[in-house]
């Protein structure tokens, strides 16, 4: 292994399940969504579920069989929906999260979070947890050209825009979702780590190509501290 100290030195997090624990808010949102348009939640949870990660205008698209207006109008029924349980106090920081961040900022590395939500979704749940300051840059899937997980352009869009490290293997990508695990190894970051506070477990996190799969995110700091020793 490489004992470049640089090794890692961008690290690209997941919000909702991997840094956030917003306790089934999607799901909540998703019903309170399709129901606004009268449709039978229920016909779609299960996808919903499975497509955990990726851009919610990308989940509806899917779901209304390509009807851009209509998958719009479902997203902006989600979005205010998820926003207002969100202003609800409804969210709180995954247990050691902050200090993960914290201690890998201390390390010298740069953090990145990153959102399957849209922008103002993202700046909402940040103001409720008080974390607009906690890292110098913040993604969703219209910074980095309208395309979410599991493509890899958010991951690789903090690598452009930071400019921390000088290759893609230098990076680390922690996530919840098989599909944050595909967006990390599709983008060529060196870890890969899966976490278990949120939607899937660890044989969907290893099957989509996990390197590391940890209990939660507090884990990550020393994980990556030890791959560049």
């Known amino acids: 292994m490489s004992t470049d100290k640089t090794l890692h030195n961008l690290v690209v997090l997941d919000m909702a399940g991997t840094t956030v624990a917003d306790g089934g808010l999607v799901e909540q949102a998703f019903t309170a969504a399709a129901e606004r348009l009268g449709e039978d939640p229920a016909t779609m949870i299960d996808y919903v579920r499975a497509t955990m990660g990726e851009s919610k205008i990308s989940v509806f698209r899917h779901l209304f069989g390509g009807d851009e207006a209509r998958a719009e109008q479902a997203n902006l029924a989600f979005e205010d929906a998820y926003g ?56 969703c899937p219209a910074d980095a050209g309208g395309r979410g997980r599991p493509f890899p352009d958010m991951v690789l869009a903090a690598f452009l825009r ?35 506070t949120g939607a899937h477990d660890e044989t969907a996190l290893t099957e989509h190509g996990a390197t590391h799969v940890l209990a939660s995110v507090a884990e990550l700091p020393a994980l990556i501290a030890k791959s560049a020793s």
């Open 162 to 196: 930071t400019g921390a490290v000088d290759d893609v293997r230098q990076i680390a990508v922690a996530g919840d979702t098989s599909y944050d695990m595909l967006s990390g190894v599709r983008s060529g970051a060196g870890i890969v780590a899966g976490v278990l």
């Open 84 to 139: 207002s349980l969100v202003t609800g106090g409804r969210i709180a920081p995954i247990p050691g999260a902050a200090e993960a961040i914290g201690a890998l900022q201390e390390q010298g590395r740069t953090v990145v979070l990153t959102t399957g939500f849209a922008r103002v979704t993202q700046d909402a749940i940040l103001d409720a947890l008080g974390w607009r300051d906690l890292v110098a840059l913040t993604l």
